[in-house]
């Protein structure tokens, strides 16, 4: 079976750990198919980078590095991709599922006659067939499927396999020549506008994972609401812990409601059933009651903790290792004081 790990590089000119994990599958599968790899890298510096994974055993390096593809643009990407994918002469086609690629690889499965399959978890060969997993119904249900066509190009999600590490090296690469036309270099990308670091709540590479429950914006036991100390106290502990932050639906729909609520806040750190579903070795979940369809959202966080003022919460119930019975306000700023 022919294989080609498709990569992108960063701005930098690295490769995104989410190749090194793609890398990782696709010297399985060679192994296992006893099959031949291909490194296909497009961007900017990609015969460097190129040269950064030398030592993965690939029989062949190919690039597209020109200053066409150095900006994520999709005509140009979905040109670039088109190419290294027809040159390689690849069956099966495994590359990262990030915002560059999701963007362009469909339209190059498209030039390529390939089929293409999104949040890949997993790819084993087994008795010369391939078979790949991703999760259905919001996580619930996980399905195991194969394709007879081919190409088959996958989009594998980050976070769930080990990234490669390795030597470094001569890998020659082939530089393959990409005919763009004028309308593939219409657009241009001016800049890139995004939140300051600490606006940006959402990490999905952080240790921990704090989730935030509507309950910090219920009344006190003096009978106030205290929603700007509760904002003051969670946006602390974000920037001291270094930790991403989810919420329950109930705390996301009162902004919605318009609600005086955590400002920082919106649909997408919503954490459960028809929220996200984050992948940390640990969480801790404050003035949250964990109810089902919230804590179905945690099932990949390893290591579960809770405070809640209530000791038949839901965490209580079996769905958390350690529930702290306590007053979150309280214990919060402890806990700030403690990492400062
Ligand atoms: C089909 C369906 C899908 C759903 N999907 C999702 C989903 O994806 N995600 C999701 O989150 N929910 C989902 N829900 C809603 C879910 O069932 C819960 O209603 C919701 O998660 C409850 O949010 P909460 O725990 O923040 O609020 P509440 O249930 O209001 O709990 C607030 C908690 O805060 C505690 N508290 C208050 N003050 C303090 C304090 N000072 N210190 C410590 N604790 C304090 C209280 O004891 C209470 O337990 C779904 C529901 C349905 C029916």
Redesign the pocket.
Known sequence: MKILALFHTQDDGSLPKAALEVLTTAMAIKEQTGGTLAVGILGQGAANAAETVAGCGAESFLTVGSEAVAQARYATDTAAATALIRDSGAELVLAPGTARFARCLPGAAHRTGAQIDTHIVSVKAEGGQVQAQRWFYRQRILGTFSRAARPWIMLADAGVNMPWHGASGAASPKEVAVGFSDADLRTSVTGVRSPAADAQTIKPDAALLFVA???WT?K?KDGQFHIAEAGVLIQDFLIKAKSSLGS????VDLQSEGQETLNFMTHMN??????STPRHAKGLS????G?E??AV?WRFINERRA????PN?GWAQGKADVVYVG???EIMAKVNALLS
């Not at 329950?248 to 705390?251: E, G, I, M, R």
């Not at 405070?307 to 209530?310: C, E, P, R, S």
Request: proline share 3%; hydrophobic share 25%; charged share 15%.
């Open positions: 429950g509507a309950g219920k006190q329950s639906k109930s705390l919503q954490v459960g059933q028809t929220g404050a003035c949250c009651h109810e369809p919230h959202g405070i809640n003022l209530d919460c007053d979150a306000f």
